[in-house]
């Protein structure tokens, strides 16, 4: 299993780029918001203005788009 990481860069603008490498599906989406709980626990506020999800996320969203309904549902439950 390929090893999780959080690669972060800081422009001398202050613009901010993160990428996150070695993770699954939604899985990023879900670090991604532990990453911004805790900054805003150290009072840094980070605001999203350009998302660009890589392919890996964009084909776990189509395959999951593409199953009946009924399965969607078992999948959430």
């Known amino acids: 299993m390929p090893s999780k990481k959080i690669v972060i860069k800081v422009k001398p603008d202050g613009t901010v ?15 991604d918001d532990a990453l911004r709980a805790k900054l805003a626990e150290l009072g840094i506020q980070v605001e999203t203005t350009r998302f660009e999800p890589k392919p890996e996320l964009l084909n776990v969203q189509e395959s999951h788009q ?12």
């Open 66 to 77: 593409s199953l009946p309904m009924a399965q969607q549902q078992q999948g959430e439950a």
């Open 17 to 31: 780029y993160h990428d996150f490498v070695g993770f699954v599906g939604k899985d990023c989406m879900v670090a």
